[in-house]
């Protein structure tokens, strides 16, 4: 089963704008994870938040936690054709395994 | 350093037939992990090893088996493949014994006719 739901199930943008991506889950978490897969490829950690977190930046991302409403935000900003792939978010809900959401798919038009 | 990496990249099997995805990692991690990702619904856990000589069941072990033969290497074992594990394989790590920054491997693409 999955515990995270990531929306819209796929987004396509222009170079340079903003790209917002959502992951709802059901039960407490301890930490929500987002990871970036590029085609035929293997997925690559992006970032982590925990829970008593709210807002997370790296680089050109930025994560936000509401563990009120069970979700979380994935934006990045100015992007780029190189930032096409599939974005899973992954909380450890479920006996602390590591659960993983169906994924949105993002593509970044030049 | 290579990072995770798995054999073979692609396979084709029938029905019946035996096989073990191989898998290695030289980060020197305790745990990891075995997934399978099918169109749609994202990844599933199959088996994991917390740390060397441990191994447990995750979302959907059957049909499977693990080895963790030493704290490098952990393969998973089809022991008579079905039209139903037509899949794509991921093998991850991660350092310590956490459920975080998990580092994956490029993927077995299998196909059972």
């Known amino acids: 089963s999955q515990q995270g739901e990531e929306d819209p199930q796929a987004l396509s943008i222009q170079e340079g704008e903003n790209a917002t991506m959502n992951c709802s889950y059901k039960t407490s978490i301890n930490n929500l994870q987002w990871y970036r897969q590029n085609s035929g490829r293997g997925l690559v950690h992006l970032i982590l938040i925990r829970s008593n977190e709210r807002e997370k930046h790296s680089g050109r991302l930025r994560v936000t936690l509401d563990t009120s409403k069970k979700s979380s935000s994935l934006l990045i900003t100015a992007s780029r054709a190189a930032d096409t792939a599939s974005y899973f978010c992954?909380?450890?809900?479920?006996?602390?395994?590591?659960?993983f959401g169906a994924g949105t798919i993002l593509r970044v038009k030049s | 350093n290579a990072g995770v990496t798995q054999t073979p990249k692609f396979q084709v099997l029938k029905t019946g037939q035996s096989m073990t995805l191989q898998c290695a990692q030289d980060?020197?991690?305790?745990?990891m992990y075995w997934y399978r990702q099918d169109p749609g619904m994202g990844l599933r856990l199959i088996y994991y090893?917390?740390?060397?000589?441990?191994?447990d069941k995750g979302e959907v072990p059957n049909g499977y088996n693990v080895s963790r033969l030493n704290k490098r290497e952990f393969s998973l074992r089809l022991e008579s493949a079905a039209p139903s594990q037509t899949s794509v394989y991921f093998c991850a790590s991660s350092e310590g014994n956490r459920w975080e920054k998990l580092f994956f491997g490029s993927g077995t693409q299998l196909s059972v006719l």
């Open positions: 992954a909380t450890d809900a479920s006996g602390n395994k590591l659960v």
């Open positions: 090893s917390a740390s060397e000589g441990t191994t």
């Open positions: 980060m020197n991690h305790n745990s």
